[in-house]
């Protein structure tokens, strides 16, 4: 059976995102006004009988000087990536973004590989079995997702450079999660570390209170963020960023992104912004004070955004990625440490993949960033 692919509506792209249990955030409309830098567009696959079957939301950047784009799907596109004929959904999209000037398609398949579950990565932790994540045996498999791999190949698609295993991914290859679905808040808080429970309840001791935030608090949220870009050694967003992606997702729909504060005795000690769609939840970005750290400001604000999900019916509760490393030495090491804590799942996707539609200026664009 074929299918068709034409562009599509906003209005038609979301309602097909609402009927599905999960889609990324970066695959909803909105996001296209997020990345204001790109040109944005919704795709829509349509089977025999006219329906939307699948929704992909693509942003172009141009290169400089040229009439010729990048065409980017962030973790997507939304379609049947288990389909044994994955060409009847991914051809007709190639023809399109070459229609439209794209050079090269790069797209983040929303699949995961395998799982392992928190007491796995402390026991090999402990035991300093293994240096990455990848060489400890997995809880769980997805062995379809293998076969996804080998049909991306089969068909001309390159796996990113490392199999996207790099922290700086656009797209994270590996991700903490910790599941809602079928528990309790009892049993998710059970799940925690010592030290989790610990932090949680001295700082609700200290009296950290945690509120949540709107537009106007965005700066207060800002100014946090830069204290910890500084400490960090990272290059910070400007306010104006949040500010358009507060206003773009949450016209889309009021609960798309939320902002929490975290205050003890009058004082902004952290805050974080949280994304959701459908029964899917992420933790977006963190910020945090220097000083005051005693009070366990961001183990309360964890802890409350994990209740807000749960309470909006979440599923799942993703703390975003990780690297994959398990060297207690390297300076990545600190933050899959803290996600452990919650008792979740790490995460392995299949990892971004690009299919160049003119070798040469793939190349080009290669070494253009590689030289970045």
């Given at each position: ?83 044994r004929d994955l060409d009847r959904w991914l051809q ?281």
């Amino acid at each position: 059976m074929s299918l068709r692919l034409r562009t599509i509506t906003r209005e038609e792209h979301l309602a097909f995102i609402r009927s599905r249990a999960s889609a990324s955030h970066m695959q909803v409309p909105s996001w296209g006004d997020v990345k204001a830098e790109w040109r944005s567009e919704s795709i829509g696959w349509f089977d025999e009988a006219n329906q939307l079957v699948g929704a992909g939301l693509v942003l172009y950047r141009q290169l400089p000087k040229l009439k010729r784009y990048l065409a980017y799907l962030p973790e997507g596109p939304v379609i049947d990536w288990f389909d044994r004929d994955l060409d009847r959904w991914l051809q007709p999209m190639l023809a399109h973004l070459k229609s439209q000037g794209a050079f090269s398609v790069k797209m983040g398949p929303p699949v995961v590989i395998r799982r392992w579950n928190a007491p796995t990565i402390k026991e090999a932790i402990a035991a300093k079995q293994a240096k990455r994540l990848r060489d400890v045996e997995a809880d769980w498999y997805e062995p379809r997702a293998f076969e996804v791999a080998d049909r991306l190949r089969k068909a001309g698609w390159l796996q990113g450079e490392d199999g996207g295993a790099g922290f700086g991914d656009v797209q994270p290859r590996y991700v903490f999660q910790v599941p809602l679905a079928n528990r309790s808040l009892d049993d998710i808080q059970k799940g925690f570390n010592q030290l989790w429970r610990r932090n949680i309840k001295k700082a609700e001791k200290s009296g950290v209170e945690v509120v949540q935030g709107g537009y106007d608090e965005l700066p207060v949220f800002h100014q946090l963020y830069l204290v910890t870009a500084e400490r960090d050694k990272f290059t910070p967003r400007p306010l104006a960023y949040f500010q358009r992606m507060w206003k773009a997702l949450t016209a889309e729909d009021p609960n798309r992104m939320r902002l929490y504060i975290a205050y003890h005795e009058g004082e902004p000690l952290a805050a974080t912004t949280m994304l959701v769609v459908g029964e899917h939840v992420w933790y977006s970005y963190g910020a945090s004070a220097n000083h005051k750290r005693e009070v366990k400001p961001s183990n309360a604000i964890q802890w409350r955004m994990m209740r807000d999900s749960y309470a909006l019916g979440g599923g799942v509760y993703d703390l975003r990625g990780i690297s994959d490393t398990l060297d207690e030495n390297d300076h990545l090491f600190g933050l899959i440490q803290f996600k452990v804590g919650t008792g979740g799942q790490a995460a392995e996707y299949l990892g971004e993949w690009d299919f160049p539609l003119n070798k040469l200026l793939h190349k080009a664009l290669d070494l253009y960033m590689s030289r970045r």
